[in-house]
């Protein structure tokens, strides 16, 4: 998936070798729509949000023309194998009676169930394990934070959920479907390195290309993570752990608007020595959520972003306003 400031394009590779594109303009997503919130430290929520709902598109893109191509296999076997696909009085073989429809209300499901889990997984468990920790410090309640405390506390929880985050990518980066998924993730890099370096945007220049980018989202979480320790370190810690959990919700906006500013001029000023160094822990976690991509990977990559230069080049900047 590719998305410039305008367009979103997705690309995927059918079973039978053909790479089938769909793109629409941005401006059907919430940043697209509410363009009078995207403004410093509020566009990192509205990123947050276009993301889950341009991953959502893309899935049910991808699955249906998986189930276009299952559909296109089952009537070929038909013709092929009329003694098996036929109907029983001879006549020709048997057709789906309409298009499978993706259930819209499964894949919402199942957004809204990674969600949660992401919540429970990142959030909540984190702050459980150091719970009792800090009831310790406190000696259950009865003694208050001092400053220096909390701030010590609010690392440790920081810590504890970066080493779960990056467990939890090293675990399912075992997976062969997920490592191809980062191997299209190393694809996306390498086209989007290649056209910012100005080179030609073909396969062999991008197979020479850096899998590694700082606008990547794996890069924004690491610095959310990070951006985390210091926003809750201006907040009293409270010691209830329910409290303490709806602190850390409430403050995602926060958390995320500062990152996102972050990520952004990281990426724009990438000789700045600060910014770099903020951003190192999020292009080191990259080797673990990128792979390297071979040459038809590669290409799909190039198709989706070769599709939303085509729609910037095609559509004027004041019809699209």
Known sequence: MM???RFFAVACRKPDGEIVVSSEPVAK???GRLKWLNKPFLRGSLALVDAMALGTRALKFSAEVQASATIAVSALLGLILPGVMNQPDGNLPIAP???PVINDIAIGGTMALAFCSGLALF??????LVQPVQHQVTHGGTIALSRLQQTELNLLDGLVRIVI???YIALISRLENIRRVFQYHGAEHKAINTLEAGRPLTTEQCLTASRIHPRCGTSFIIVVLIASILVHSLFPRPDNYFVRVALHLSLIPVVAGFAYEVIRLAGRFRSAVVLQALLAPGLWSQ?????EPDASQVEVALAALNAVLEQEKATPAQ???
């Open 97 to 99: 009676a309409r298009k």
């Open 319 to 321: 019809a699209a306003a």
């Open 29 to 31: 997503t919430i940043s």
């Open 123 to 128: 959030v909540a468990l984190p702050t459980l």
């Open 3 to 5: 998305r410039s400031p």
């Open 287 to 291: 080797r673990l959520t990128t792979r």
């Open 165 to 167: 985050f990056l467990g």
